[in-house]
């Protein structure tokens, strides 16, 4: 069987073409990596490092040219949570342009551009994009669908997080796949129960199963044009009517509160960590105990704002140190560094507390130990990129259903 094409946007430092390659059955023939706000591409220089730089776009996406991107079977990437909003209608355009830089539109044009867009779409975001903005819960992910269906796609989704189902780390992400209306998976979904598809048939339930009770079912139709959606949808409500699963197709969509089923091998903390190969400066120094403890530690306290107003400030505790014998908690960009911090990791060893190192962090996400260890770039950028990663083993077991499926 030949491997599908794949188009990788929003590429970081590579996770969705590990968890696809890793399948055998994808190759990537076009990439894109971009940080707009800084001068050095870090993310891209590692990305080169490990796949080469051929077919690799270091360029702003907004202002790549959609001629020079080739076709492919499958677009994906992890998109930028941000306003999503339609700013405005273009006469005589084939429909709407969000506001300038927001990269969802980036994704859009492509696809409305291309004369042979890709047949498959493979997504991943922060879970609350299901709920945002707080204004007017669930508009942002309504506009995707809307602006997927004008543009012939059946959308399916679930927020998965990666510890449910054995991975070593608790890590909630949307992942949503797209079927233009040419496949026969969109014919699929066409024609299925809907209960069925999202409890047990669909591409997502078949890789990372759930239990039959589906909690909330809520069926209903976004209606509207994209502008009519992003000024009116779900307006003055206080919950979004999107669950943690659902799919959508012509406009109807159909959503539920699943919970995962899985029964199999669990990772923890204590399995990735590195044993005696940990240099001296990833120790935290026992004088420092009582600020990290202090970070981590219930709080209930008068604290005063810069314009002098005063406020009561609470918070909960955390474990400290961290559980080994559990999967770790969600590595944040801010991982990396001395400073003392509430969100840090911090494990406990014969020689004392310290920080999880750049393998270790490396590993929670299931990278290959030191893939972005290149010359130049510094520990705490390490950190940062796996802050801002996905956990490469969803997107290998996502990706190696639906290849089953489309082969079927």
Not at 164 to 186: A, C, E, W
Not at 209 to 227: C, H, M, R, W
Not at 353 to 370: A, K
């Given at each position: 069987?030949?491997?599908?094409?794949?188009?990788?946007?929003?590429?970081?430092?590579?996770?969705?073409?590990?968890?696809l390659?890793?399948?055998?059955?994808?190759?990537?023939?076009?990439?894109?990596?971009?940080?707009?706000?800084?001068?050095?591409?870090?993310?891209?220089?590692?990305?080169?490092?490990?796949?080469?730089?051929?077919?690799?776009?270091?360029?702003d996406?907004?202002?790549?040219q959609?001629?020079?991107?080739?076709?492919?079977?499958?677009?994906?990437?992890?998109?930028?949570?941000?306003?999503?909003?339609?700013?405005?209608?273009?006469?005589?355009?084939?429909?709407?342009?969000?506001?300038?830089?927001?990269?969802?539109?980036?994704?859009?044009?492509?696809?409305?551009?291309?004369?042979?867009?890709?047949?498959?779409?493979?997504?991943?975001?922060?879970?609350?994009?299901?709920?945002s903005?707080?204004?007017?819960?669930?508009?942002?992910?309504?506009?995707?669908?809307?602006?997927?269906?004008?543009?012939?796609?059946?959308?399916?989704?679930?927020?998965?997080?990666?510890?449910?189902?054995?991975?070593?780390?608790?890590?909630?992400?949307?992942?949503?796949?797209?079927?233009?209306?040419?496949?026969?998976?969109?014919?699929a979904?066409?024609?299925?129960?809907?209960?069925?598809?999202?409890?047990?048939?669909?591409?997502?339930?078949?890789?990372?199963?759930?239990?039959?009770?589906?909690?909330?079912?809520?069926?209903f139709?976004?209606?509207?044009?994209?502008?009519?959606?992003?000024?009116?949808?779900?307006?003055?409500?206080?919950?979004?009517?999107?669950?943690?699963?659902?799919?959508?197709?012509?406009?109807?969509?159909?959503?539920?509160?699943?919970h995962?089923?899985?029964?199999?091998?669990?990772?923890?903390?204590?399995?990735?960590?590195?044993?005696?190969?940990?240099t001296?400066?990833?120790?935290?120094?026992?004088?420092?105990?009582?600020?990290?403890?202090?970070?981590?530690?219930?709080?209930?306290?008068?604290?005063?704002?810069?314009?002098?107003?005063?406020?009561?400030?609470?918070?909960?505790?955390?474990?400290?140190?961290?559980?080994?014998?559990?999967?770790?908690?969600?590595?944040?960009?801010?991982?990396?560094?001395?400073?003392?911090?509430?969100?840090?990791?911090?494990?406990?060893?014969?020689?004392?507390?310290?920080?999880?190192?750049?393998?270790?962090?490396?590993?929670?996400n299931?990278?290959?130990?030191?893939?972005?260890?290149?010359?130049?770039?510094?520990?705490?950028?390490?950190?940062?990129?796996?802050?801002?990663?996905?956990?490469?083993?969803?997107?290998?077991?996502?990706?190696?259903?639906?290849?089953g499926?489309?082969?079927i």
């Amino acid at each position: 069987m030949k491997k599908l094409k794949v188009i990788e946007l929003f590429a970081g430092v590579g996770g969705f073409r590990l968890g696809l390659e890793h399948t055998g059955n994808y190759e990537v023939v076009w990439s894109n990596q971009w940080e707009p706000s800084t001068k050095v591409q870090h993310a891209s220089m590692v990305y080169e490092a490990r796949f080469g730089g051929q077919n690799h776009c270091n360029e702003d996406i907004s202002e790549v040219q959609t001629k020079d991107i080739p076709d492919a079977d499958i677009l994906v990437g992890g998109f930028p949570c941000q306003d999503y909003s339609v700013a405005t209608t273009l006469q005589n355009s084939k429909g709407l342009i969000g506001k300038k830089g927001v990269l969802w539109w980036s994704i859009h044009r492509i696809l409305s551009e291309k004369k042979t867009p890709p047949k498959y779409l493979f997504l991943e975001n922060v879970d609350r994009l299901l709920k945002s903005p707080s204004t007017q819960r669930g508009r942002d992910f309504a506009l995707m669908l809307k602006s997927l269906d004008d543009l012939g796609y059946a959308v399916e989704w679930r927020v998965i997080n990666a510890a449910d189902y054995g991975m070593p780390q608790r890590r909630r992400r949307i992942f949503f796949l797209g079927y233009h209306k040419s496949t026969p998976l969109y014919k699929a979904l066409k024609k299925a129960d809907k209960k069925d598809w999202i409890a047990q048939q669909g591409t997502i339930a078949n890789a990372f199963p759930v239990q039959n009770t589906l909690e909330n079912y809520n069926q209903f139709t976004i209606k509207g044009d994209l502008v009519e959606i992003s000024e009116t949808f779900n307006q003055g409500e206080k919950l979004s009517p999107f669950g943690n699963t659902g799919a959508s197709i012509n406009g109807d969509v159909f959503t539920a509160k699943t919970h995962p089923n899985y029964d199999g091998p669990r990772t923890v903390l204590a399995d990735v960590l590195q044993n005696g190969e940990v240099t001296e400066d990833f120790y935290i120094p026992s004088d420092e105990y009582p600020k990290w403890e202090y970070l981590k530690g219930a709080k209930k306290e008068v604290r005063t704002a810069k314009n002098g107003f005063e406020y009561n400030y609470s918070e909960g505790g955390m474990i400290f140190p961290d559980a080994l014998d559990n999967a770790s908690r969600t590595i944040i960009t801010g991982e990396g560094g001395k400073s003392p911090s509430r969100f840090k990791h911090v494990v406990k060893t014969p020689k004392g507390l310290r920080r999880l190192t750049p393998m270790e962090l490396e590993r929670l996400n299931m990278f290959p130990d030191n893939h972005t260890q290149i010359k130049g770039i510094s520990d705490t950028k390490r950190a940062f990129f796996m802050g801002n990663a996905l956990v490469v083993g969803v997107v290998e077991q996502i990706g190696k259903t639906l290849f089953g499926k489309i082969n079927i």
